[in-house]
């Protein structure tokens, strides 16, 4: 693996399936009594996110502490950012203070890819504008192999707001690498430019039309997990859909279209990286389903971010930590 992670194209298919790899054993170790292990012990990972944060910033905590890593976490409010600090003047601060690793969300496209070349540490993204999130595509592809095998031909549609979702974008390159076949529905007014070409050279689908798909009349054929991404209200300057209302009619996973898809396949799985607009992308009922994977995402977050962690930052010759032959036991943790 590389000595950052700013995109999900920095991962061929091997380094994808060894992180998602380390991250079943890492895994294993949430149900233990005592989670830790001394895997990272000695290093040092800074969470330095611009933006608000629940899933992100919490799993990536955790997976550090987990670890034995000192974690310490920066926001923009409480770093010097909010006194007039240049992005480069901070990033190269606290890369002076010899640091292992920056995790960096940031409100801009490239900026992490930006802070790579100003310090002397690993940088992870943890989502940077509308660009990329790579860790929250191998969580997702974690939570697909988990429930569904092996993802050569499997059908995955991502349905939402294509033109602000970093997600959609990491997600594509990811599921593509470990061969599964994607298809992307949005509006006309939240398809990406550029999209066609794109899809074109990397031989995914895309769609305005949701139900066509659903119904697996597409080029690739019935679907097998849906993945309904958030309305990114935040991140809109005008009207791409003319009210809530009509969107959920068009675009929402509604209890009707959950209905019809599991007619077809009851194994079908439901994601959504969250935060849920329940009642607008995604209805309660499609939500709570049988079907939703929703919190195995949330549980394999911690996992996953674990594993990339000691890809980056543990010594070749550092097995990744197993319950049976954990270095720290529970009694000792104790």
């Given at each position: 693996m590389t000595k950052h992670l700013i995109s999900s194209a920095d991962l061929g298919r091997a380094e994808v399936e060894d992180i998602l790899e380390t991250a079943s054993s890492m895994?294993?170790?949430?149900?233990?009594?005592?989670?830790?292990?001394?895997?990272?012990?000695?290093?040092?990972?800074?969470?330095?996110?611009?933006?608000?944060?629940?899933?992100?910033?919490?799993?990536?905590?955790?997976?550090?502490?987990?670890m034995s890593a000192d974690t310490i976490n920066l926001s923009a409010k409480g770093s010097s950012t909010s006194k007039g600090e240049s992005l480069r003047?901070?990033?190269?601060?606290?890369?002076?203070?010899?640091?292992?690793?920056?995790?960096?969300?940031?409100?801009?496209?490239?900026?992490?890819?930006?802070?790579?070349?100003?310090?002397?540490?690993?940088?992870?993204?943890?989502?940077?504008?509308?660009?990329?999130?790579?860790?929250?595509?191998?969580?997702?592809?974690?939570?697909?192999?988990?429930?569904?095998?092996?993802?050569?031909?499997?059908?995955?549609?991502?349905v939402g707001d294509l033109t602000h979702s970093r997600v959609f974008?990491?997600?594509?390159?990811?599921?593509?690498?470990?061969?599964?076949?994607?298809?992307?529905?949005?509006?006309?007014?939240?398809?990406?430019?550029?999209?066609?070409?794109?899809?074109?050279?990397?031989?995914?689908?895309?769609?305005?039309?949701?139900?066509?798909?659903?119904?697996?009349?597409?080029?690739h054929g019935p679907v097998d997990a849906v993945m309904m991404l958030?309305?990114?209200?935040?991140?809109?300057?005008?009207?791409?859909?003319?009210?809530?209302?009509e969107y959920t009619v068009g675009y929402g996973l509604t209890r009707d279209r959950l209905d019809r898809l599991v007619a077809r396949n009851d194994d079908v799985l439901v994601l959504h990286p969250?935060?849920?607009n329940r009642g607008l992308e995604i209805a309660p009922e499609a939500a709570d389903s049988p079907q939703s994977v929703v919190l195995d995402q949330v549980s394999a977050g911690v996992a996953v971010r674990m594993a990339v962690l000691y890809h980056l930052l543990a010594g070749d010759d550092t097995p990744a930590p197993t319950p049976a032959a954990s270095p720290v036991t529970d009694g000792a943790a104790r």
């Open positions: 895994h294993d170790l949430q149900r233990r009594e005592v989670k830790k292990v001394p895997t990272l012990r000695g290093r040092t990972v800074i969470n330095f996110f611009f933006e608000d944060s629940t899933r992100t910033r919490s799993s990536f905590e955790i997976a550090g502490k987990w003047d901070t990033a190269m601060t606290v890369d002076a203070m010899a640091v292992d690793a920056l995790v960096i969300r940031h409100n801009a496209s490239g900026a992490c890819q930006q802070v790579a070349q100003w310090v002397r540490c690993s940088v992870i993204n943890a989502g940077d504008g509308t660009h990329e999130h790579p860790t929250q595509a191998l969580l997702d592809a974690y939570t697909l192999r988990t429930r569904l095998g092996d993802l050569d031909g499997k059908h995955v549609v991502i974008r990491s997600n594509v390159i990811t599921l593509k690498t470990l061969g599964a076949r994607v298809t992307v529905v949005a509006p006309p007014t939240l398809m990406p430019s550029g999209i066609g070409a794109w899809s074109q050279a990397d031989g995914f689908a895309t769609s305005w039309d949701l139900d066509p798909v659903l119904d697996g009349e597409s080029e958030r309305v990114q209200r935040e991140r809109m300057s005008g009207g791409f859909f003319p009210t809530p209302r969250g935060p849920m």
